[in-house]
């Protein structure tokens, strides 16, 4: 019997109520293959502990979480208890950087039963992948001065190392694919750190011949992404680019609620993160609204990530059976609760 150990951190708002839905999942699935199985163990860490505590998590939280398979991670912030810097950099940013995971994964496409805002979304199917490490998110800069004279300094960090590695990552995962990678820079207008990005790019490019390429302005590629988002395959993005985009992924896919993510170790020295790409939403928590796929569906990526691959696959076509027998939340346009979903998809797993 094969078992996978996952540390689970349900976190704020909705997250409470999706993680254990993705767990219950995540068991089924267990049970159905019948030769592994998932422990978990939940740590409360939240922005209501950093009420209690003063901190989103305790001193010795990385040591705690460093010998785990991976991280299943439900959502971090709520506005009406903690500043968003505070709870984001104590607690998903801290795990992000001190974790090593370097590599953001984000997949969108349409799945079936569910409809995309797009009026012909062609049947899209693509993946960005993000440098998680640096770029633009780089913490280094400052402020200076007094009213008018006041200035904010925020510099960007590219590295060939890092750079490359998003690259790489990304070409490996198109020649699984339909292989073509797309880059995403900005270098008619940021003069240092994206005609880098574009040399780095062309060197990588030149280790996968086989593979097509192109590059596009993130402000065309925005664009593209709502007129033409069949076009795409693989995306690598810098860490700001990245993460604009996989915000217009889900919104294309029909709500953010249903859009999933990994944030990923590549060195093995620490486990990755999966999580939804929603926020905690503390306005409908509680409600049994909430859209738990973009949570299973991130399962489907921890699976995935953990070599389980062929299990993978079958949870999201067991998604996309329920999404096409109608079984929606009301973020894309059904009225079935959380849990009605969620034993829906476990069902459909069992009757495999």
Same mark, same amino acid.
């Given at each position: 019997?094969?078992?996978?150990?996952?540390?689970?951190?349900?976190?704020?708002?909705?997250?409470?109520?999706?993680?254990?839905?993705?767990?219950?999942?995540?068991?089924?699935?267990?049970?159905?293959?019948?030769?592994?199985?998932? /422990?978990?163990?939940?740590?409360?860490?939240?922005?209501?502990?950093?009420?209690?505590?003063?901190?989103?998590?305790?001193?010795? !939280?990385?040591?705690?979480?460093?010998?785990?398979?991976?991280?299943?991670?439900?959502?971090?912030?709520?506005?009406?208890?903690?500043?968003?810097?505070?709870?984001?950099?104590?607690?998903? #940013?801290?795990? $992000? $950087?001190?974790?090593? +995971?370097?590599?953001?994964?984000? =997949? %969108?496409? +349409?799945?079936?039963?569910?409809?995309?805002?797009?009026?012909? =979304?062609?049947?899209?199917?693509?993946?960005?992948?993000?440098?998680?490490?640096?770029?633009?998110?780089?913490?280094? !800069?400052?402020?200076?001065?007094?009213?008018?004279?006041?200035?904010?300094?925020?510099?960007?960090?590219?590295?060939?190392?890092?750079?490359?590695?998003?690259?790489?990552?990304?070409?490996?995962?198109? %020649?699984?694919?339909? +292989?073509?990678?797309?880059?995403?820079?900005?270098?008619?207008?940021?003069?240092?750190?994206?005609?880098?990005?574009?040399?780095?790019?062309?060197?990588?490019?030149?280790?996968?011949?086989?593979?097509?390429?192109?590059?596009?302005?993130?402000?065309?590629?925005?664009?593209?992404?709502?007129?033409?988002? /069949? $076009?795409? *395959?693989?995306?690598?993005?810098?860490?700001?680019?990245?993460?604009?985009?996989?915000?217009?992924?889900?919104?294309?896919?029909?709500?953010?609620?249903?859009?999933?993510?990994?944030?990923?170790?590549?060195?093995?020295?620490?486990?990755?993160?999966? /999580?939804?790409?929603?926020?905690?939403?503390?306005?409908?928590?509680?409600?049994? #609204?909430?859209?738990?796929?973009?949570?299973?569906?991130?399962?489907?990526?921890?699976?995935?990530?953990?070599? /389980?691959?062929?299990?993978?696959?079958?949870?999201?076509?067991?998604?996309?059976?329920?999404?096409? %027998?109608?079984?929606?939340?009301? *973020?894309?346009?059904?009225?079935?609760?959380?849990?009605?979903?969620?034993?829906?998809?476990?069902?459909?797993?069992?009757?495999?």
């Amino acid at each position: 019997m094969k078992k996978w150990s996952i540390a689970s951190i349900p976190g704020d708002g909705v997250g409470k109520e999706v993680v254990p839905a993705g767990q219950k999942v995540l068991d089924t699935v267990a049970e159905v293959h019948g030769g592994l199985s998932f /422990e978990f163990t939940s740590f409360p860490w939240s922005c209501e502990y950093y009420l209690q505590h003063g901190v989103m998590m305790p001193e010795n !939280g990385l040591d705690q979480l460093k010998d785990f398979d991976a991280i299943f991670l439900g959502a971090v912030g709520n506005l009406d208890l903690v500043p968003d810097h505070i709870s984001l950099w104590g607690l998903l #940013i801290k795990i $992000r $950087r001190e974790f090593e +995971q370097v590599i953001n994964i984000r =997949p %969108a496409k +349409q799945l079936k039963g569910v409809t995309s805002p797009l009026v012909n =979304p062609k049947e899209f199917d693509l993946l960005v992948v993000r440098e998680n490490s640096e770029g633009e998110y780089s913490s280094i !800069g400052g402020r200076m001065n007094k009213g008018e004279d006041e200035l904010a300094i925020q510099n960007a960090v590219f590295s060939r190392k890092a750079s490359e590695r998003a690259m790489r990552y990304a070409f490996d995962l198109a %020649a699984k694919r339909r +292989q073509h990678v797309t880059s995403a820079t900005k270098s008619n207008g940021i003069v240092y750190s994206m005609p880098f990005w574009d040399d780095v790019f062309t060197d990588v490019s030149k280790d996968y011949p086989s593979i097509q390429t192109d590059s596009q302005h993130i402000d065309a590629l925005a664009a593209f992404f709502v007129t033409q988002p /069949e $076009r795409f *395959d693989v995306i690598v993005a810098s860490n700001l680019f990245g993460d604009i985009l996989t915000d217009i992924g889900a919104a294309i896919m029909g709500s953010v609620g249903i859009a999933p993510a990994a944030n990923i170790n590549v060195n093995g020295a620490y486990p990755s993160m999966f /999580e939804p790409v929603h926020g905690s939403a503390p306005d409908i928590f509680g409600k049994g #609204i909430a859209n738990p796929i973009g949570q299973i569906w991130t399962a489907k990526l921890m699976l995935d990530h953990l070599g /389980e691959v062929e299990l993978g696959e079958k949870l999201l076509d067991v998604i996309e059976e329920t999404t096409t %027998a109608g079984i929606l939340t009301a *973020d894309i346009g059904g009225n079935y609760s959380t849990e009605q979903v969620t034993n829906d998809i476990i069902n459909r797993l069992r009757s495999l």
